[in-house]
């Protein structure tokens, strides 16, 4: 763990400490924006960047529907929806790499 001037306090010392777990977790993360249509990605973790085959600061921004093929889309309307509804979502989908192959995902 890197020195951290005592004067930046604690906030600065948890904010590191969820940046480095958010980055180096051994799963998928991905973070939307649902207010948007198409929903916008708005965060990705290292993880994610090497399943989807995109650099992860280059994922920011994109719609989500960019990695998910046609057939999952009514799935992904569903999720959307009962997560605007505050309602925890756990299912079997399918997310697409950039080079447009295709694998199960499971969305949490």
Same mark, same amino acid.
């Given at each position: *763990?890197?020195?951290?001037?005592?004067?930046?306090?604690?906030?600065?010392? $948890?904010?590191?400490?969820?940046?480095?777990?958010?980055?180096?977790?051994?799963?998928?993360?991905?973070?939307?924006?649902? $207010?948007?249509?198409?929903?916008?990605?708005?965060?990705?973790?290292?993880?994610?960047?090497?399943?989807?085959?995109?650099?992860?600061?280059? *994922? *920011?921004?994109?719609?989500?529907?960019?990695?998910?093929?046609?057939?999952?889309?009514?799935?992904?309307?569903?999720?959307?929806?009962?997560?605007?509804?505050?309602?925890?979502?756990?299912?079997?989908?399918?997310?697409?790499?950039?080079?447009?192959?295709?694998?199960?995902?499971?969305?949490?």
């Amino acid at each position: *763990m890197p020195m951290i001037d005592q004067a930046e306090g604690p906030s600065r010392t $948890n904010e590191w400490r969820y940046r480095h777990l958010f980055d180096h977790a051994p799963i998928c993360i991905i973070t939307i924006d649902l $207010n948007t249509k198409p929903a916008t990605i708005l965060e990705v973790n290292r993880r994610a960047g090497l399943v989807y085959g995109y650099p992860p600061g280059e *994922m *920011m921004g994109m719609s989500i529907t960019q990695l998910t093929p046609g057939e999952a889309m009514p799935t992904l309307g569903a999720i959307s929806q009962l997560v605007q509804r505050d309602q925890t979502v756990t299912t079997e989908t399918i997310g697409q790499r950039r080079d447009g192959t295709c694998f199960p995902a499971r969305v949490i």
